[in-house]
């Protein structure tokens, strides 16, 4: 890969897994962790990349550098967060990766879609988090108005779905918002979108704030069973 300055060497990136079988299913990837996020999760458990005014650790070059020792290796890369598309320099970075033979794996919950639908064409699948029927989206992300981040959301969501790239829809149950009823609520929302592929996560209190914890504790949720 090139050695020259791009719009993906500014990419503000907090961490990079060399090696992944988890992030993109069924294939081994590397995974970029892209600093900053405008939402504040209450299950979210990567509370230390969330500020965007923090700087990357990683650069750019040593994500070239990874790929360009893994060739015949490794499938592709994900791009994860915080929230990924928040950084312009992401399409390049995407582009990078696409003309040096690897796939482009995506994780996001779409909350810029503008930069989405710039970026969809450099990706080959996408990891894209529904939080909650619309009118909880707030109690969840946190941020914006009354249906801010929900509007983001399914804008996003349909802008993907009309690319016709392959994605996977999760869900992460939150028991101190969803109910039971909530969930089937959304289920029966992305079925009728035409998603496919929808997967039913588990909150995983490690890495969570002590208040989200004893939040969780106080709604019973017995989690792993």
């Known amino acids: 890969m090139t050695d020259r300055t791009t719009a993906a060497d500014g990419l503000a990136i907090a961490g990079?897994?060399?090696?992944?079988?988890?992030?993109?299913?069924?294939?081994l990837v590397a995974t970029a962790f892209l600093q900053g996020c405008p939402w504040r999760c209450t299950y979210c458990h990567n509370a230390a990349i969330l500020d965007p005014r923090t700087p990357?650790?990683?650069?750019w070059s040593d994500v070239?550098?990874?790929?360009?020792?893994?060739?015949?290796?490794?499938?592709?890369?994900?791009?994860?967060?915080?929230?990924?598309?928040?950084?312009?320099?992401?399409?390049?970075?995407?582009?990078?990766?696409?003309?040096?033979?690897?796939a482009v794996g995506l994780h996001t919950g779409g909350?810029?879609?503008?930069?989405l639908e710039a970026l969809l064409p450099y990706v080959d699948w996408v990891g894209f988090d529904v939080k909650a029927p619309a009118h909880l989206y707030r109690a969840i992300t946190r941020a914006g108005g009354p249906t801010t981040s929900a509007d983001a959301a399914f804008a996003s969501l349909g802008l993907v779905l009309e690319s016709g790239v392959d994605v996977q829809v999760r869900t992460t149950v939150d028991p101190t918002v969803l109910t039971a009823t909530d969930v089937e609520e959304v289920?029966?929302?992305?079925?009728?979108?035409?998603?496919?592929?929808?997967?039913?996560?588990?909150?995983?209190?490690?890495?969570?704030?002590?208040?989200?914890?004893?939040?969780?504790?106080?709604?019973?949720?017995?989690?792993?069973?």
């Open 111 to 115: 909350a810029f879609p503008r930069r």
């Open 56 to 59: 990357g650790v990683v650069p």
């Open 187 to 225: 289920a029966a929302l992305l079925a009728d979108l035409g998603v496919e592929d929808h997967v039913l996560q588990e909150v995983r209190p490690d890495g969570t704030t002590d208040a989200y914890r004893q939040a969780l504790a106080a709604s019973g949720a017995v989690l792993g069973a």
């Open 64 to 102: 070239r550098d990874l790929l360009d020792r893994r060739r015949g290796l490794l499938d592709g890369v994900v791009f994860s967060g915080g929230e990924p598309t928040r950084q312009a320099g992401l399409v390049d970075a995407a582009r990078q990766v696409r003309d040096a033979g690897f």
């Open 16 to 27: 990079l897994t060399p090696l992944s079988s988890c992030d993109w299913p069924g294939r």
